[in-house]
Structure formats: C-alpha cells, structure tokens
C-alpha cells in the first residue's frame, strides 16, 4: 500500500534559517535586527530598495550560510519515527540554482530520510510579487497529503487546495495571520510528533 506523503519545509523547519539571515544582516549592514524583525521581504526588513535588497540577498546566498545551517536538532529523531508510515519530501520556496547545496545539506543532516526535494518555482522568475505565491499547486503535482511549513501563506494555500496543512514553530511572522480552523499549529517537533500519533 502506497504510503501518504508528508511534504516538509527546509527554511525554519529543517534548519534555523531566519536566524542565520539575522546574523549575517547585522554583521555585514549594522542592523541590529532579532528573529522579531524578520520577513521574508528582505527590502522591508533591510530598509532598502528592491534593487538593493536583491543584492544583498544574492551575496548572502553565496556566502556559503545555506551549507553550513544548523539544523533543528528534535526534526531528525520525528522524521525517523514518521519515516516508516509516511514518505518524507521537501518541498521549498529556494530557487532551482540552490538545490544542489540544498540536498547535499539534507543528505548531511537528515541522511536517509527524505526521499525527494523539490523547489516550489517561487522565485525562479524574479516576478515582482513572487512573496505572494504559495506551494499549493507544487504540492497538488507531487499528491502530496501533509505539508509542514512556517510560513502561514503555504499552509493557507494548501489546505484551501484540500492538503493537511501544519503550521509550525511558533515563529513571530506567524502571530499577525488568522489562521483557518483546519490548519493545525505546532510550536515544536514534539508537538508534530504527538499530532500524527492521533491521527493513526
């Protein structure tokens, strides 16, 4: 019997992404900015113009931060708990160029775990209002049947697109978004734990 798909976010739910970014920010600009100021709009966060915030988002991605991010460390022992019910994919917002780094980390990291890792095509078109894309269809094209996900937007999308979704981390960015019912939050790797063991 096939197995249901549950697809995992990187950024923020694999790996402690928005804090490297933080950092890197403060050190290289002068910012003096904390996991309370980040957003995924980088000329909002950076006060800067969009020429300039794609430029120094480009630097950053070149820095070498993306192979070397910590990973959340209680992730690796849920997945291997869920690993023998579900298939684990990642599905991310991270350009196409960046997945060869992308699945070398997971390969590091998560060794044996995930099967497969997709890039969602966000921002591969430089479109000016890629921020507002979700996952939905990416996830409807692989049958994905769960996503987990930090980002509010992907787990509105998905589950408007009928996808289990779960909101997770309990991130700053996430407080300012009413939720629908159906999408379920989780702060930590326990707390999925515990929601797919009542699911069964």
Known sequence: MKKPI?????????????????????????????LDDFNERMSEMWRVDADEAHRRWNEFMHSGNFETLNPIIEARQALEKLQSRYTLIAVTSRRESLLDITERWIDRNYPNLITEVYSAGIYGRDLPDAHLLTKADKLLSLGANFLIDDQPKHCIGASAAGIQSILFGGYPWQTAVTMPEQVVTCDSWRAVTRYFEVIE
């Open 6 to 34: 549950i697809a995992l976010d990187i950024d923020d739910v694999l790996s402690h992404t928005a804090q490297t970014i933080i950092n890197y920010g403060n050190e290289k600009w002068g910012h003096e900015h904390t």
